[in-house]
């Protein structure tokens, strides 16, 4: 068994659709990235890719590239979720914490948990998305970003 840690932050901005896991929340800002800037995705992906001990996502995916401008990150967990599969690991649990002033997540996590579940193929009880705010504190509780930290646990299916 391997455990992996994953951790991401973008700051919110005008005119970008905000997704998470997958899921577009009505909001009147989004993530700022080169990507589509879903950092519970990043966050997971490199959980998983760190379970594995190869790398993180901007090493596979780095913003200097324009090919990955835009780019879905389900697309980005869709490669990682293809590795954990050749390398013969499994992923025991999902455990995930996004942290955001506004707007408020809680109607959204179980869409988010359904769509992550979907794509690392796994059960929904295996994946647990829960969201804190930042008690206005910092720029998490100024609502000027949102942050997700993640942790995986993954086992040898070799045995």
């Known amino acids: 068994m391997r455990i992996g840690q994953g951790y991401d932050i973008h700051p919110l901005r005008e005119g970008r659709a905000l997704i998470l896991g997958g899921v577009t ?30 790398g993180d996502l901007g090493t596979r995916y780095p913003a200097s590239n ?21 390398k013969n690991y499994g992923l025991v649990n999902l455990d995930t914490v996004i942290c955001a002033q506004a707007p408020k997540l809680s109607p959204f996590l179980i869409s988010m948990q359904k769509s992550l579940a979907q794509v690392l ?15 206005g504190i910092g720029m998490i509780g100024r609502a000027e970003g949102i942050a997700v930290l993640a942790v995986c646990l993954i086992q040898s299916l070799n045995s």
């Open 25 to 54: 929340i009505p909001h009147s800002q989004g993530l700022d990235g080169h990507s589509d800037a879903d950092a519970l995705t990043h966050a997971v992906c490199d959980a998983l890719l760190g379970a594995m001990g190869e």
């Open 66 to 86: 324009p090919a990955f401008k835009d780019l879905s990150s389900l697309l980005m967990l869709e490669n990682v979720v293809q590795t954990l599969t050749a």
């Open 121 to 135: 193929q796994v059960e929904c009880h295996q994946v647990n998305v829960k969201v804190k705010s930042g008690e």
